[in-house]
């Protein structure tokens, strides 16, 4: 009998979620499934230490088979056959209504990059999707606005994405050990609606974050399984797409839509963690690594390319739906100039996705719909998705996905000034409990919060010159830092911003490069 503690505590309706045979199916996936999970983790660290040694990553040679025989994932099924317009968004009872409202046909339920895995966070949003799935979730505003689902329209095909490997669920043990939040959101999921979705026609879709490795596909597809079994669905009722948000995944997409074959529906360009992981993961191994100011790296920089052409010609290659990613402009109903520009920005990122064969795409706002609707449909027209354009024409090597260096651009000042300025703000939204912010007419989550904080660590560690002349040392960043601290001051809560700058100096500046800021945040909320 395995010791189960709950030690969160209450949210409302927690009960209806928290029950008995929920929790003795979380903690059988614990017991089978978490030794698996820690070696997995230490496999990476390990990987992580040889790539930065030797400044290489190459495709597989043990996988070649793989890569060279005939094999294709399964068929959609046919709430997810048309994909063009996805929202992403959190689980907040509102933006839940919202999405589902927004005329997406997928809503991405956010319990990942979106998220503050705060308990009553964790818990309301499984609250929310519970209701959401049976189309019974409405709201009032505190200013008396209501929200219900639009009568007689087709609300967006939910896809939940659970949290990555790495983060545990602190408020819920398994004889003592904390409990693995991917598990936990997966499990409450997939536990509590797989019956309701499949009477209501749809099924459990998931998009599973920051994979590194095929073998971390593997145990997904080992954990979709046993959770099929235990609730008596036919095996194959799950559907899962696959972001390739890590640099290491770019090298093994075969292998991990391979992995999931019987439950992969596609694979995702997460561009931002994409990013995150490509300096996280060469930020010790030379100048040739380096990157200069985030806004200068856009989708056109070669390596992006590279990665976004092979992600196409792997997905139909195997019957998979290419998913595009999220360009971070985000219009502002209170600046017509703002949102003008920002519907430009996003019109360009979905007309080049849908020109180079995705089969749709991301949007973080419900005014951007229209506009990712507009460019798929004129390439899709009546067609559901273009899974039949093989791109036979893409070749990509390994040389060109690590190609850094042909990226145009420079390391600013202003850059350096914007990294901590951003970092802060977002640190202190995250703290604060919301995982997704507008800072600067731009959309901030913890993958873009990433980038900022490591891309200063590594321009540290490479003693960069910025177009100043300066050099980036650790007393500039501080100086920088205290700067922005003071400037923020009054702007953000008190109670925010300390910690939050505490914590920017942590993860940027901390000698051993933390592997990701949500791990060393989480121990503060
Ligand atoms: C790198 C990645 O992983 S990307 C995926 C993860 N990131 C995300 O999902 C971010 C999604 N986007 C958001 O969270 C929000 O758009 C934000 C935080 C960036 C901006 O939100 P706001 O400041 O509330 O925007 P704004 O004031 O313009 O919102 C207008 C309305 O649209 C709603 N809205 C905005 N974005 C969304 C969304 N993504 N989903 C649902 N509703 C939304 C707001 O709730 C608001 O509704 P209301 O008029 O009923 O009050
Ligand atoms: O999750 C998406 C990303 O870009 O990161
Ligand atoms: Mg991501």
């Avoid at 439950?263 to 930020?283: C, E, V």
Wanted: glycine share 8%; with cysteine; net charge negative.
């Amino acid at each position: 009998m395995v010791d189960t503690q709950v030690l969160g505590g209450p949210v409302e309706r927690s009960d209806e979620i928290l029950t008995p045979a929920a929790l003795e199916f979380l903690a059988e996936l614990h017991a089978r499934f978490a030794d698996r999970r820690d070696e997995l983790l230490a496999a990476r660290a390990e990987r992580r230490a040889e790539a930065s040694r030797t400044g290489r990553l190459d495709f597989l040679p043990e996988t070649a088979d793989v890569r060279a025989s005939e094999w294709r994932v399964a068929d959609a099924p046919e709430d997810l056959a048309d994909r063009r317009v996805e929202i992403t968004g959190p689980t907040e009872r509102k933006m839940a209504i919202n999405a589902l409202n927004s005329g997406a046909r997928v809503w991405l339920a956010d319990l990942e990059d979106a998220n503050t895995p705060h308990w009553s966070n964790v818990i309301s949003g499984q609250v929310n999707l519970y209701d959401a799935v049976r189309g019974l979730i409405d709201f009032t505003s505190p200013e008396g606005k209501r929200y219900e689902l639009t009568p007689g329209a087709r609300p967006a095909v939910i896809v939940m994405r659970p949290r990555g490997w790495h983060l545990d669920e602190r408020h819920l043990t398994f004889d003592g050990r904390r409990a693995i939040g991917a598990l936990v959101d997966f499990g409450l999921y997939f536990f509590h609606n797989v019956k309701a979705l499949g009477e209501r026609g749809s099924g459990p879709y998931f998009y599973l974050p920051k994979l590194e490795s095929h073998l971390e596909a593997r145990l997904w597809n080992d954990v979709f399984t046993l959770a099929q079994q235990r609730l008596g669905v036919p095996h194959g009722t799950i559907r899962a797409t696959v972001l390739i948000e890590t640099i290491p995944a770019a090298f093994e997409m075969e292998e991990i839509l391979y992995e999931l074959r019987e439950h992969a529906s596609g694979l995702n360009a997460g561009r931002w963690d994409y990013l995150f992981s490509l300096i996280k993961y060469f930020r010790d191994a030379g100048a040739d690594f380096v990157l200069p100011d985030r806004n200068d790296v856009t989708m056109t920089a070669p390596f992006m390319r590279a990665y976004t052409e092979l992600l196409v010609r792997t997905c139909h290659k195997r019957g998979a739906f290419a998913m595009g990613g999220m360009a971070a402009f985000i219009p502002n109903r209170r600046d017509p100039e703002v949102t003008e520009k920002a519907l430009a920005k996003v019109h360009d990122d979905k007309r080049r996705e849908a020109g180079d064969g995705f089969d749709g795409s991301w949007v973080a706002h419900p005014d951007l719909v229209g506009i990712c609707a507009e460019e798929f449909d004129a390439v899709l027209g009546d067609r559901p998705n273009q899974v039949d354009r093989l791109r036979e024409d893409v070749s990509v090597t390994a040389a060109q996905l690590l190609d850094v260096k042909a990226t145009p651009g420079a390391a600013t000042e202003a850059g350096l000034r914007a990294a901590v300025d951003v970092g802060v703000r977002y640190l202190a939204s995250w703290l604060g409990g919301n995982g997704a912010a507008a800072i600067h007419n731009l959309m901030e989550d913890a993958a873009t919060a990433e980038i900022s904080r490591s891309q200063v660590w590594q321009w540290v560690r490479n003693d960069v010159e910025l177009d100043t002349g300066q050099r980036v040392t650790t007393d500039l960043v501080r100086s920088v830092l205290a700067e922005t601290k003071t400037a923020l001051t009054g702007e953000l809560p008190a109670e925010l911003l300390g910690p939050a700058v505490e914590l920017f100096e942590q993860v940027a500046l901390a000698d051993e490069f933390p592997d990701f800021l949500t791990l060393p945040a989480y121990e503060r909320i």
